[in-house]
């Protein structure tokens, strides 16, 4: 790829229009795109979406954060903006109010994207599943990549299940390229 | 003047849990919040009928994850005030080292976000790093970080062993000079002062008339603390509510902060005091039958439990009040003429519950 850039390098202005203009802008994308894809399995960032949790599974996962299980250290930080996020954790059950709530985020995520469900109610329902206004698991809304048991799932299980998505992540990142 | 609205949350980098708000503002200063809740909800209080009432203990206690053991040990309460049910002294005084150590994580945990809401990483980071050490005794003694499900009806499952109560005090003693540590950047640090200190006011008249509880009524100078009813071992203890009378956000992370020192306290003496006895829960037999209303304090205020039993292993009602509920209406009432950059602030210093409130 670095080649086609170097060689290709314009010595005067191309037209626009001309193929030769097309082929050094798509290198260039392309080199980008690779700078991108490395940055993003390097550095992944977390977008955190409670779901109708009991908070039980929401602090373990903020726990992860801080200096004890000290998610940073894998380049992980948590975002608020879901169009920067890579890898969304949802903890808790769905419910009818947000369920649209849920699918939106995911939406608006990047491609490729991975989901991590976090605790036993994320995953089925837990102990909610037969309320009334509970849905049920996360995969009832939207593709689920990763489950992490527990209720709640301890910081250790968390940070095993993120590692788990950035392995997915590498896989669908890579699916993605040979589909191109 | 033309107004914008503004939506705030329902996933909001500041709170972990969704609550929405959508404020009305004029040039910087709110006019208007009105909140949209439901998203947690999830319709906890139905399940009543499909668990009986010894499971139930186990719901109950996912309300909420930050006060669990408070939440089942209410619940425990009124089944036993319902059957007649004395429970061993001992049990009492288990409870109550719990449910205070539950106080001072969930304390600690809101100060991590308090600071954070105003930009202070590495204060956030500080107090969750202290966190960590309720959270071991939590693990070691009852066998689960956040839902220790150590109530049962009729006492409670565990003992806490002498050599764990050792490690536990000295683990309190690190905990007590931590936080010492800490004391003088929450009272006198510029930032925090400048962030907190005069910012959503409640009037003692105010907070009073719209129903304020635990700390936020405290914080205003109201002497209201549902632990001098005297549930579990709280008459044997020596102690006394704490209150500030400033008002605003300051005074509320005051209260906050002594009631933590004051809960490293409590346990201390509940350790003293206990009795050595062997007996930690009584047997119980009979179906739960008629109807009672108890009260414990949580660290965010007064929580109510109504409850009706007919006399079948299903009870009939289990109506829970949380104190987050209560507090809504001051928060509402504060962020009318704030500046927006206060919301967090104003928000968090109510230690908003969302999954308690909507259950
Ligand atoms: S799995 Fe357990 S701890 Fe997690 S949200 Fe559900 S009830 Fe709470």
């Known amino acids: 790829m670095d080649e086609t ?9 191309l037209k626009p229009s001309s193929d030769a203009f097309k082929q050094v802008r798509e290198a260039k994308i392309g080199l980008i795109r690779k700078l991108i894809a490395k940055a993003r399995i390097k550095s992944p960032w977390l977008l955190h979406f409670d ?4 908070n039980g599974c929401d602090i373990e996962t903020l726990a992860c954060l801080t200096p004890v299980y000290d998610i940073e250290r894998f380049g992980i930080i948590n975002v608020g903006n879901p169009k920067h996020a890579d890898i969304l954790l949802v903890t808790g059950t769905v419910n009818h109010r947000n369920k649209k709530v849920l699918k939106k985020l995911y939406d608006q995520m990047p491609d490729p994207k991975v989901v991590v469900a976090i605790g036993a109610c994320a995953l089925s329902g837990g102990i909610f599943r037969e309320c009334d206004n509970v849905v049920g698991g996360v995969d009832r809304v939207i593709p689920v990549d990763v489950f992490v048991p527990g209720c709640p799932g301890k910081p250790e299980a968390i940070i ?3 590692i788990l998505g950035l392995q997915k992540f590498v896989q669908k990142q890579k699916g993605a390229k040979d589909g191109d | 003047m033309v107004s914008t609205v503004i939506p705030f949350g ?27 809740v439901g998203f947690v909800h999830r319709g906890l209080e139905c399940l009543v009928a499909k668990k009986d009432f010894v499971q139930m203990t186990q719901v109950v206690e996912r309300v909420c994850g930050i006060c669990s053991a408070m ?11 319902m059957m007649g049910i004395e429970i061993p002294k001992k049990a009492a005084f288990l409870r109550t080292v719990w449910t205070e150590l539950h106080r001072i994580h969930s304390h600690l945990l809101w100060f991590g976000l308090y600071a954070d809401a105003f930009g202070f990483e590495s204060l956030f980071m500080q107090f969750w790093k202290i966190r960590e050490k309720i959270m071991d ?3 070691a003694t009852a066998g689960s970080r956040v839902i220790i499900s150590v109530n049962v009806i009729g006492g409670v499952k565990r003992d806490i062993s002498p050599e764990h109560r050792q490690w536990i005090l000295s683990t309190l003693d690190e905990v007590e000079e931590a936080l010492r540590d800490l004391e003088k950047v929450v009272y006198e640090d510029y930032t925090i002062r400048k962030r907190t200190v005069g910012i959503g006011v409640l009037s003692k008249e105010k907070a009073y008339e719209l129903g304020a509880s635990g700390p936020m009524a405290r914080g205003s100078g109201i002497d209201i603390d549902a632990r001098s009813l005297g549930y579990a071992a709280f008459p044997d203890l020596d102690w006394e509510p704490i209150v500030e009378y400033g008002g605003d956000c300051f005074a509320r992370a005051k209260v ?13 003496q509940a350790f003293q005091k206990m009795p050595r006895d062997e007996e930690i829960a009584v047997k119980v037999t009979g179906r739960p039958e008629g109807e009672v209303i108890t009260r414990v304090e949580q660290p965010r205020g007064e929580c109510l439990y109504y409850l009706k039993g007919n006399g079948s292993k299903n009870l009939d009602r289990c109506r829970i009040r949380t104190p987050s509920f209560a507090n809504f209406p001051p928060i509402m009432s504060m962020l009318i003429g704030c500046r927006l950059a206060d919301v967090p602030v104003i928000i968090l210093s109510m230690d908003p519950c969302i999954s308690c409130t909507e259950r």
Not at chain 2, 71 to 81: A, L, P, T
């Open chain 1, 5 to 13: 850039v170097k060689n290709t390098k314009p010595q005067k202005r």
């Open chain 2, 71 to 81: 939440h089942g040990m209410c619940y425990c309460m009124g089944i036993e005030e």
């Open chain 2, 137 to 139: 005794i939590n693990e």
């Open chain 2, 10 to 36: 329902p996933q909001h980098p500041v709170l972990p849990e969704p609550v929405h708000f959508k404020l009305k503002i004029e040039d910087e200063k709110v006019v208007d919040a009105i909140p949209a």
């Open chain 2, 256 to 268: 906050r902060f002594r009631e933590m020192l004051q809960s490293i306290g409590l346990v201390r």
């Open chain 1, 160 to 162: 095993d299940g993120v």
């Open chain 1, 51 to 54: 779901c109708g949790s009991c």
